[in-house]
């Protein structure tokens, strides 16, 4: 029988999916929620999974982290579904916008609002039903990094408002145009991610909701370039090709250039952050696969993770009784 639950957003596919099996094989007890936006592939992922590991049921939740009212209604029901106790909480779920500047069903550019506004309001939403002994872990991106040769552009963070209302043109004289200030939101946003999660480590153990006899650990993780999942979508169709055919094929070879990996080997580690024994109090870390590193420099910016939390609870309106 099951006796704590998981919940992976994004758990239906490629990254998510794959570190859902490897909690679902650890046969640890774990109840797993699969929580996305298609019902049908929530539910045939979570069919998936119980077909294989009959000692870690999986569930199939609906979550549009493009919606704050989805986003409250996914919080109900799984309060209301009688779970066993929520001990951790992947926030896997992400995208890549580089056709044009879209904006969420609540008027946020999208990549700033799925990736980083979205899993800020799940979280918050979820912390009065974690368990003691709970970990946390934030899907980031080294392409956060300028310092890494990524191939993509650097990140470009001025403040939350800018992020989530950019102006149509531009959001600054530095920004980019077209796919690229697409893709600069991306990188961006994971770089959002990274100041959430080392913002949200400091206030559980400040405030004591995190200690070393009941730990909240909040973790950030670096998949690396996985080719060949969803994050291309909405690339064209040549770059698509590339993506999921052609760059698969020289993986063998990337280590030269720029390495890739398999996305069963990055699901893996990602799911080692939550089964770890020796991970239980190990918080506001990054970790690259297997190893834990140091994230960029500009991560390390107290001053803006702070506005970017101040600034995110005004933007989700998150109401003092939600705390």
Known sequence: MSDKTVIITGGN???GYECAKCIAASEQGWRIVI????KEKISEA???????????????????????????????????QGFPPLRA?????????????????????????????GHFLLVNLLLKHLAASVRIVVVSSDT???????????????????????????SSPKALKGSALGRQRYTTSKLCNLYF????????????????????TVNAFNP????????????????????????????????????????EDSGKALARLVLDPALETVT????SGMNEERSSKESYDTKKALELWETSIRLVKFAPEEA
């Open 144 to 170: 956060h990094d300028p310092e890494k040769k990524t191939g993509m552009p650097s990140p470009h963070y001025e403040n939350a408002t800018l992020s989530a209302w950019p102006d149509k043109e531009t």
């Open 224 to 263: 690396g370039l996985m080719p060949g999942t969803g994050l291309a979508r909405d690339y064209n169709a040549v770059q698509r090709f590339a993506w999921n055919y052609v760059l698969p094929i020289l993986r063998p070879i990337s280590r030269f250039f720029m390495p890739m990996n398999r996305v």
């Open 89 to 117: 909480l992947v926030c896997n779920a992400g995208i890549q916008v580089v056709s044009g500047t879209t904006f969420t069903e609540d008027g946020f550019e999208t990549t700033f609002g799925v990736n980083h506004l």
């Open 46 to 80: 979570a069919k998936l999974l119980n077909a294989t590991a009959t000692n870690s049921p999986a569930e199939a939740l609906t979550l549009d982290l493009a919606s704050l009212k989805s986003i409250r209604n996914f919080v109900e029901e799984f309060s209301a």
């Open 35 to 38: 929580a996305g936006r298609s």
């Open 13 to 15: 596919t490629g990254l």
């Open 284 to 287: 506001g870390k990054y970790y």
């Open 197 to 216: 999660a080392y913002e949200l480590s400091r206030r559980l153990e400040k405030q004591g909701l995190s200690t070393n006899q009941k730990p909240v």
